[in-house]
């Protein structure tokens, strides 16, 4: 056995916190707090031009090769950053589903602006009648002479309002099993009876509402055959399994740390009093766990092994576990922990209570928390399927 | 990185894991109550070089390291095995690592003839202790300040009856019955690094002890019938049990990262086998009562195997301090290992 990356993810992890130290400066990361964009399209193009949006796609088919412990430490040292990178991530789903199952088109003339980081792809999969289920969507597209017509709703699709297309799953076919009459294409955010509408999360990210009626969309920008989306979407869904949010947990942890060793006005250290550095000695357990269980699943991936339940228990573990540590830590802090970023004398420069109104969409979004304990009890357990 | 076993490792585990199978199922495991020893499966657990795992060659032992230990560990609390297999296995090693012309034979623990245990309690502070396999022991490895001793069991040591069904006794530790092994600083460390592979390996048969339990809780809502469908089709049964598993995993990752850290990077091991063993003693009860519920009425009855589980996770987990003992003292280390790095 061996607990330890290697040389070359050891390599990544210097250079992207040289890359952080060097750009994402303080206003940015004001800027991201007060947009709540999770993409910065300056910082997204700087990392496009080092070739972070191809970096774990296959060298042959252009890619970087990076292998699942480089790219893990990638988007380890973003995430503990809290870089708004959401729009690198799908980007870099979308380029490789692309090249994967879409057209020759698609691969010449999209797949290259989506790697320099010219244009955005958002993610439409979710509608307000089908989240975890979400092969239920209603939004139709119909033929129309050489193209489509697409009308209906999608909702939570972050980044629409920046973004130059968004990947979106159709029903285009009513006469089959729902699996069966999906299709997935590229919409043009600037196509004619496109609107986009912010939400806004208690989190302070923005997500929003995208309204389509009647909009004609060519041939070119459909993914994949007729009838054939759900293969696309479980391809693309099947590229982001298995991450997790320990290297948050790592943060928290450090920051829970650096709070209790400080003295208060009366010279006292939180971290003296056993009550308080009991529940750190948790969390800290808690990360290093969640770290493994991440770990594993980038081992698996590396040597080419099948998983069974390994990315679903690395995500379900570090959310229930995050939601509850922020939560019990919280309570430590006493009243200041309710002041927000920015006002005198906020604990952390308000970083706990942003991260606790953070917390809970982690068990929600990539698979909610439920979803994923039923394809643990089906995959790792053998239990019947579940409902 | 490689989780993986080497073929030596995959066939010590499967070794134990086969030996136990057979040797003892749960029969055997009820006989052997309340005692929680049974001298016949020990003596032919001690020829398959149980005790010796982890003892260097030159000392007669099969020469790995805490790695193997803990794989043995975890099969024998998957199987609930009353063989006293942490105690004996840790003392081995520590009286090897002493080297003292004084006490126990090494070769003598290592065939099974004399059982050898730990004092897991400064017997400065606590002479009066339970200690664990005391009550088959014959011999206990003690510290008393900076001393460490080799103890015979007090006159009149009886087994202590107890939730777990664990071999334990009370010792009273007098200096005066004792030999002394080793003193000062070096001595001392020593003593408590086995205290540090006492607790891993705990936490490895906890494991252990967690993954029978679900194993039995999974098969039972496999074929268990209610409402016409098996349990397991019901989320309210099948979700806690993938928490299970989930939780499960992630402390045998800890614990076998732990032993993997103390050749690799020893200045964590301290703390890794802390949090092993504070992170399996909280999920290990808390599982195996999952895992009795799952069974119903059935579970709480003497007759299913999962009590046998429900009863040890707790018990065995205790007597190593618990998981609030252990918080407590990991705690500690850390904030004082912060405070010495000088990181602010």
């Known amino acids: 056995m061996d607990f330890r990356l290697g040389p070359a993810p050891e390599e990544v992890r210097s250079q992207i916190r040289a890359f952080l130290r060097e750009h994402y400066t303080e206003e940015a990361r004001e800027r991201e707090r007060r947009e709540g964009n999770g993409h910065d399209w300056e910082l997204f193009r700087k990392l496009a031009e080092r070739g972070w949006v191809s970096a774990a796609w296959p060298r042959e088919v252009g890619g970087g090769g990076r292998d699942p412990y480089e790219m893990l430490v990638f988007q380890w040292e973003l995430g503990k950053a809290e870089f708004p990178w959401f729009g690198l991530l799908n980007n870099a789903l979308v380029g490789r589903t692309l090249l994967e199952l879409g057209s020759d088109w698609q691969r010449r003339e999209v797949v290259p602006r989506i790697v320099r980081g010219e244009i955005l792809v958002a993610l439409g999969y979710s509608e307000p009648m089908a989240g975890s289920d979400v092969a239920a969507v209603q939004t139709a597209a119909r033929r129309d002479g050489d193209g489509w017509i697409v009308d209906g709703q999608k909702i939570f699709t972050t980044q629409a309002h920046l973004a130059q297309y968004v990947f979106t799953l159709t029903r285009t076919n009513r006469e089959v099993a729902k699996h069966k009459g999906l299709t997935v294409f590229l919409i043009p955010t600037d196509a004619p009876g496109v609107e986009i509408q912010p939400i806004r999360t208690v989190g302070g990210e923005r997500t929003n509402a995208v309204y389509l009626s009647g909009v004609r969309v060519p041939d070119d920008l459909r993914v994949g055959e007729v009838d054939a989306g759900w293969k696309v979407v479980r391809y693309a869904l099947g590229l982001e399994q298995g991450v997790g949010f320990a290297d948050r947990m790592e943060l928290f942890v450090e920051r829970a740390r650096a709070w209790a060793r400080e003295r208060n006005a009366q010279g006292e250290r939180p971290i003296d009093d056993p009550r308080v550095r009991e529940r750190l000695a948790r969390a800290s357990i808690h990360a290093e766990v969640a770290k493994l269980l991440r770990q594993r699943v980038a081992w698996l991936h590396a040597t080419g092994q099948s998983e069974r339940g390994e990315g679903p228990m690395a995500k379900l573990f570090s959310a229930e576990m995050f939601v509850e540590d922020v939560s019990d830590v919280m309570e430590l802090l006493g009243p200041a922990g309710v002041l927000q970023h920015g006002e005198p004398g906020a604990i952390a420069e308000g970083y706990f209570e942003e991260t606790f109104r953070g917390a809970p969409v982690t068990r929600i979004y990539g698979g909610s928390n439920e979803i994923l304990r039923s394809q643990i009890a089906e995959g790792r357990l053998g239990l019947p399927r579940t409902r | ?344």
């Open chain 2, 1 to 344: 990185m490689d989780l993986s076993l080497s073929d030596e490792q995959r066939l010590i585990q499967s070794t134990f894991a086969e030996f136990l199978r057979r040797e003892a199922p749960s029969a055997v495991v009820r006989a052997a109550e309340p005692l929680g020893f049974d001298a016949s499966l020990w003596a032919s657990f001690a020829k398959l070089g149980a005790v010796g795992v982890g003892v260097s060659e030159a000392e007669g032992g099969a020469g790995g390291g805490l790695l193997e230990m803990v794989l043995v560990a975890e099969e024998v609390g998957a199987r609930l095995a009353p063989v006293p297999f942490v105690e004996t296995a840790v003392a081995a090693r520590l009286v090897a690592d002493l080297a003292s012309p004084q006490g126990p034979r090494i070769a003598a623990l290592l065939e099974g003839s004399q059982l050898a245990t730990l004092a897991p309690w400064d017997a400065a502070a606590t002479p009066e202790q339970l200690v664990p396999a005391g009550g088959v022991a014959q011999v206990a490895i003690a510290r008393a300040g900076d001393t460490v001793l080799a103890v015979p069991p007090p006159e009149g040591t009886r087994p202590a009856s107890n939730l777990a069904s664990a071999p334990l006794a009370s010792w009273r530790i007098a200096a005066g019955d004792a030999l002394v092994l080793a003193r000062g600083t070096r001595a001392v460390q020593r003593f408590e690094r086995a205290l540090d592979e006492w607790r891993l390996l705990t936490a490895a048969a906890l494991v252990g002890v967690t993954r029978g339990a679900l194993a039995l809780a999974v098969d039972y809502a496999t074929h268990r019938e209610q409402f016409g469908v098996p349990i397991g089709t019901f989320q309210a049964i099948s979700h806690p049990l993938a928490d299970a598993a989930t939780w499960l995993d992630g402390a045998r990752l800890l614990v076998q990262e732990a032993a993997w850290s103390a050749g690799e990077e020893p200045q964590r091991f301290p703390e890794l086998c802390a949090m092993a063993f504070a992170f399996a003693a909280e999920i290990a009860p808390r599982i195996a009562e999952t895992c009795l519920h799952v069974h119903g009425g059935y579970g709480f009855s003497v007759e299913y195997d999962v009590q046998l589980h429900y009863r040890r996770a707790r018990g065995w987990a205790l007597v190593g301090g618990g998981a609030a003992g252990e918080l407590r003292r990991l705690g500690e280390l850390q904030r004082d290992n912060l405070d010495a790095s000088g990181v602010r």
